[in-house]
């Protein structure tokens, strides 16, 4: 017992002296819930390549994000939106000089099945199919054959570009499916007469109708231009012109192997 | 030698200290961040109120429809399970020829090996279609096609579970009744079975915990609206498949974050209930 004791004390001291020894480096980001999948995966990249870096990721959302690097609480502030008018006059007030870091696009593309005669779409009717005004494609000109909404988990950041770009803020009627990934939504779109879904850019797959939405094609062009209803850019704030160890991660999610792990989350790459 | 055994018996000792400590500790973790939601929400409201929004800007957290969901698919795949199951098991016990057995039982058991993500690939990629083609179901994803792959998984457990009490019935019970003029049939279901009651209720009560706490099948079958289901093809939300689903994206400490806790809270409660009432009834043992 005693031997034990003295084992696991030995074993406790000397992994806090392995840590003490290293001359760590942190990194804190907060913010929107749609960049943390990038701000996750890119930190764990990161930490494994350089030893000394300590990034920790928070949720937040956009908003906690962009006021966490006003009030000077994390070194990154992340957010799925432009910072308004007002946080800029408060950054200005209080010194701080924002500055964007585009990390990332994300287009959301709206898809049905093949054999669907419907091939675009207004945004005010995908608008009317989600909350549930429309239940029948005959109402929007198709065939007569019940309309089946398929959504994501309200937690995923595909939900929440969705349902901001979309829904003007209207609740998604409560019988749509929620599915709990892209890949999900995909193959239940692909097999089910009359389904209606929306995947990231990145998941788009040959077998379904890509819908163009209030006449536009989905691409990385129009997504990285706007022109898509559906997109926005993801970006990364900071005070001033990152320094250190802030400056080295953005740099590594800017770099082509960071962007590399943008596109695997289904985003579209800057460059 | 001596000091040899006290080792022993320390390490067993240790290993059941470290079981019951695993215990606690999942107790006080989920129950610890369970609890906080209802800073943010009534309890009667969580339970009762059936719409679920958590990530709306005014969430709702209300898992009224959720826990509707969890029932009625727990329900269904025991309305496929029971009979299976007890039937095969009453087989098992009393009708099969000793080398039939030898082959049929580890067959069923084999069921219970099964990874519950093969059941949820399974069922999304023969059952689902087929449910959707042929059954008009508008889509393959619901609370059918979730119960009766939940039922073929319980279907195991009910069988060796009460094949295991119908053949600790006492031989002489059986032979006193074929004395007295009952057949096979009438021995089996007026005398054998009762008196197997509680072993099999028990068996029953440890199926159910299966199907209530099942979280794959669910997360790949039920579609996942948080609705209370109008007919056997609409979709539902079980409880496992909303923790599982949305845990991964949710932000610690948040109310949502909180709330999934407190569902996992109330179905350990579940669980745990019905684990204690199949050991009330195998503590009773064959009854006469």
């Given at each position: 017992?005693?031997?034990?004791?003295?084992?696991?004390?030995?074993?406790?001291v000397?992994?806090?002296c392995w840590?003490?020894?290293?001359?760590v480096?942190?990194?804190?980001?907060?913010?929107s819930?749609?960049v943390?999948?990038?701000?996750q995966a890119?930190a764990?990249a990161?930490?494994?390549?350089n030893?000394?870096?300590d990034?920790?990721?928070?949720?937040g959302?956009?908003s906690?994000?962009?006021?966490s690097?006003?009030?000077?609480?994390?070194?990154i502030?992340?957010?799925s939106?432009l910072a308004?008018?007002?946080?800029l006059?408060?950054?200005?007030?209080?010194?701080?000089e924002?500055t964007k870091?585009?990390?990332a696009?994300?287009?959301i593309?709206v898809i049905?099945?093949k054999?669907?005669?419907?091939?675009?779409?207004s945004?005010?009717?995908l608008r009317?199919?989600?909350n549930?005004t429309?239940?029948n494609w005959?109402?929007?000109?198709?065939?007569?054959q019940t309309?089946?909404?398929?959504?994501r988990?309200?937690?995923s950041?595909?939900?929440?570009?969705?349902e901001?770009?979309v829904?003007?803020?209207e609740?998604i009627?409560?019988?749509?499916?929620?599915?709990?990934?892209?890949?999900?939504v995909?193959?239940?779109?692909k097999?089910?007469?009359g389904?209606i879904?929306y995947?990231?850019y990145?998941?788009?797959v040959?077998?379904?109708n890509?819908?163009?939405?209030?006449?536009v094609?989905i691409?990385?062009?129009?997504?990285?231009?706007?022109?898509?209803p559906?997109?926005r850019?993801?970006?990364m704030?900071t005070?001033?012109?990152?320094?250190?160890?802030?400056k080295?991660?953005l740099?590594?999610?800017?770099?082509?192997?960071?962007?590399?792990i943008?596109?695997?989350q289904?985003?579209v790459?800057?460059? | 030698m001596k000091?040899?055994?006290?080792l022993?018996d320390?390490?067993?000792?240790?290993?059941?200290v470290?079981?019951v400590?695993?215990?606690?500790g999942?107790?006080f973790?989920?129950?610890?961040e369970?609890?906080k939601?209802?800073?943010?929400?009534s309890?009667?409201d969580?339970l009762f109120n059936?719409?679920w929004r958590p990530?709306?800007?005014?969430?709702?957290?209300g898992?009224g429809a959720?826990?509707?969901?969890s029932?009625?698919?727990?329900?269904?795949?025991?309305a496929?399970?029971?009979?299976?199951?007890?039937?095969?098991?009453?087989?098992l016990?009393?009708?099969?020829?000793?080398n039939?057995?030898e082959i049929i039982?580890?067959t069923?058991?084999?069921?219970?090996?099964?990874?519950?993500?093969?059941?949820?690939?399974f069922?999304m990629?023969?059952?689902?279609?087929?449910?959707q083609?042929?059954?008009?179901?508008?889509i393959g994803?619901?609370l059918?096609?979730?119960?009766?792959?939940?039922?073929i998984?319980?279907?195991?457990?009910?069988c060796?579970?009460?094949?295991?009490?119908?053949?600790?019935v006492?031989n002489?019970l059986?032979?006193?009744?074929?004395g007295?003029?009952a057949?096979k049939?009438e021995?089996?279901?007026r005398?054998?079975v009762?008196?197997a009651?509680?072993?099999?209720?028990?068996?029953?009560v440890?199926g159910?915990?299966?199907?209530?706490g099942e979280t794959m099948?669910?997360?790949m079958l039920a579609g996942?609206?948080a609705?209370?289901?109008k007919s056997?093809?609409s979709?539902v939300?079980?409880?496992?498949a909303?923790?599982?689903?949305e845990?991964?994206?949710?932000?610690?400490?948040s109310s949502h974050y909180?709330?999934?806790?407190?569902?996992?809270m109330i179905?350990f409660?579940?669980?745990?209930g019905l684990v204690?009432v199949?050991?009330?009834l195998?503590n009773?043992?064959?009854?006469?």
């Amino acid at each position: 017992m005693k031997k034990l004791l003295v084992l696991l004390m030995l074993v406790a001291v000397s992994g806090a002296c392995w840590g003490w020894g290293k001359k760590v480096e942190k990194v804190t980001i907060a913010g929107s819930t749609t960049v943390l999948p990038i701000a996750q995966a890119t930190a764990e990249a990161f930490m494994d390549e350089n030893d000394n870096a300590d990034v920790s990721v928070r949720g937040g959302g956009s908003s906690v994000g962009i006021v966490s690097v006003l009030e000077g609480t994390v070194d990154i502030g992340a957010a799925s939106r432009l910072a308004k008018d007002k946080e800029l006059e408060k950054a200005k007030k209080s010194g701080v000089e924002l500055t964007k870091h585009i990390v990332a696009f994300d287009g959301i593309a709206v898809i049905t099945d093949k054999n669907n005669s419907i091939k675009k779409i207004s945004l005010d009717d995908l608008r009317k199919i989600y909350n549930g005004t429309y239940t029948n494609w005959k109402q929007l000109g198709g065939k007569d054959q019940t309309i089946v909404v398929i959504s994501r988990d309200a937690s995923s950041g595909t939900f929440e570009t969705f349902e901001g770009k979309v829904m003007n803020k209207e609740k998604i009627i409560a019988s749509a499916l929620n599915l709990g990934s892209n890949n999900a939504v995909v193959t239940s779109v692909k097999t089910t007469d009359g389904a209606i879904g929306y995947v990231g850019y990145g998941y788009i797959v040959p077998d379904v109708n890509v819908l163009v939405v209030d006449g536009v094609k989905i691409s990385i062009e129009t997504i990285k231009s706007g022109n898509y209803p559906i997109s926005r850019s993801l970006q990364m704030y900071t005070n001033g012109e990152p320094k250190g160890m802030a400056k080295k991660y953005l740099d590594f999610v800017k770099s082509a192997e960071g962007q590399k792990i943008v596109a695997k989350q289904g985003f579209v790459e800057i460059n | 030698m001596k000091k040899k055994e006290k080792l022993f018996d320390f390490l067993v000792y240790l290993s059941a200290v470290c079981v019951v400590l695993a215990l606690l500790g999942i107790v006080f973790s989920v129950f610890g961040e369970g609890v906080k939601v209802f800073k943010a929400v009534s309890f009667g409201d969580f339970l009762f109120n059936t719409e679920w929004r958590p990530t709306a800007e005014e969430p709702i957290f209300g898992i009224g429809a959720i826990l509707v969901g969890s029932l009625v698919v727990t329900l269904g795949a025991m309305a496929v399970a029971v009979p299976l199951g007890l039937g095969s098991g009453i087989y098992l016990a009393e009708f099969a020829g000793s080398n039939f057995r030898e082959i049929i039982k580890p067959t069923i058991e084999l069921l219970a090996g099964i990874p519950s993500v093969v059941y949820g690939l399974f069922g999304m990629v023969v059952l689902s279609p087929f449910v959707q083609n042929y059954l008009g179901a508008d889509i393959g994803l619901n609370l059918f096609t979730t119960s009766i792959v939940l039922g073929i998984m319980v279907v195991p457990i009910i069988c060796s579970v009460s094949e295991d009490a119908l053949s600790v019935v006492p031989n002489s019970l059986r032979e006193a009744s074929l004395g007295l003029g009952a057949n096979k049939w009438e021995t089996t279901v007026r005398v054998v079975v009762p008196a197997a009651r509680s072993g099999i209720l028990k068996s029953l009560v440890l199926g159910l915990g299966r199907a209530v706490g099942e979280t794959m099948v669910v997360v790949m079958l039920a579609g996942g609206s948080a609705i209370i289901p109008k007919s056997i093809f609409s979709p539902v939300r079980p409880m496992p498949a909303t923790v599982a689903a949305e845990m991964g994206e949710t932000v610690i400490g948040s109310s949502h974050y909180h709330a999934l806790f407190a569902i996992s809270m109330i179905l350990f409660i579940i669980c745990f209930g019905l684990v204690l009432v199949a050991n009330y009834l195998s503590n009773r043992g064959v009854e006469v």
